[in-house]
C-alpha cells in the first residue's frame, strides 16, 4: 500500500515564524500536492508538483512555497506565518500516467495553528 | 475553469436505506471525475472515479456514481447504508484536456447514519 507520511500530526507556531510541513512518500510517485482544508471550504489546492524541481501554483499560492529536492518528499514552507494560516494541511501523490487520472493518496494531515 | 459543486451540506439517512450524495462540476472539456472519502481525524481515502466508458462506476465499500453529461452531475450512491458509512464525503473534478492541472475539489458532504 501507499504511504503518505506528514511529519507533524499537530503543529503550534506563534505569527511570523517560518514553518515547514513536510511529507513522504514511499511508492515513487511523480506527482505530489498540497491542499488545506477549512471547514466549509473543502479542499482548496495550494501548489503541486509533477517532477523532481518542478512545481505549479495551486488556487491559493499567497503565502506558501514548496519544494522538492527529491523525489519521495514535497515540503510546504509558510515563509511568515499569519494567523489566517491556521487549516488543516493534507498531503497527496499520484501515479504517473496521462493526464492525471490516477487517485490521489493522502497523508493524515497537519494541523497547523499558529497565534 | 473547472469547478465542482455538492450542493447538501449534511445528509442524513436510516441505516439500511439507500443514499445519494449529490455533485455537479462545470469543465470546458472532458472530465475526470472523483469521490472521496474522509473518516474522522483521517486524511482521504479514494472511493472511485470515472474517466471513460460505463456511466455507471462501482467503487469501494459498496459505493457506485453514476455520471450524466446531460445534467453535468456525478452523484454518489449507495442501495443500503450502514452507520459506519457515517463520513465527509467529497467529490472532486479534472478537466481532461488541460494538462498539468490538478484535482478541484468540491466544499464537502457530510453524510449521518442513524441507526
Known amino acids: 500500500d501507499v504511504k503518505v507520511t506528514q511529519s507533524s500530526r499537530y503543529l503550534v507556531k506563534r505569527t511570523g515564524e517560518k514553518v515547514f510541513l513536510e511529507c513522504v512518500q514511499d511508492m515513487d510517485h511523480e506527482n505530489m500536492f498540497w491542499y488545506r482544508q477549512d471547514p466549509g471550504l473543502g479542499l482548496r489546492l495550494i501548489y503541486f508538483?509533477?517532477?523532481?524541481?518542478?512545481?505549479e501554483k495551486g488556487d491559493i499560492p499567497e503565502g506558501y512555497s514548496v519544494s522538492r529536492e527529491k523525489k519521495e518528499r514535497f515540503s510546504l514552507i509558510l515563509e511568515s506565518a499569519s494567523t489566517n494560516q491556521t487549516s488543516m494541511y493534507l498531503c497527496?501523490?499520484?501515479?504517473?500516467?496521462?493526464?492525471?487520472?490516477?487517485?490521489?493518496?493522502f497523508g493524515n494531515g497537519t494541523r497547523l495553528t499558529v497565534t | 475553469a473547472q469547478s465542482v459543486a455538492q450542493p447538501e451540506d449534511q445528509v442524513n439517512v436510516a441505516e439500511g436505506n439507500p443514499l445519494t450524495v449529490k455533485c455537479t462540476y462545470s469543465v470546458s472539456g472532458n472530465p475526470y471525475l472523483f469521490w472521496y472519502v474522509q473518516y474522522p481525524n483521517r486524511g482521504l481515502q479514494f472511493l472511485l472515479k470515472y474517466i471513460t466508458g460505463d456511466n455507471l462506476v462501482k467503487g469501494s465499500y459498496g459505493f457506485e456514481a453514476e455520471f450524466n453529461k446531460s445534467q453535468t452531475s456525478f452523484h454518489l450512491k449507495k442501495p443500503s447504508a450502514l452507520v459506519s458509512d457515517s463520513a465527509l464525503y467529497f467529490c472532486a473534478v479534472r478537466d481532461a484536456p488541460q494538462a498539468g492541472t490538478a484535482l478541484i475539489f468540491g466544499k464537502g458532504t457530510t453524510l449521518s447514519v442513524s441507526s
Open positions: 508538483s509533477y517532477d523532481v524541481k518542478m512545481k
Open positions: 497527496a501523490s499520484s501515479a504517473p500516467g496521462t493526464g492525471f487520472n490516477s487517485p490521489l493518496h
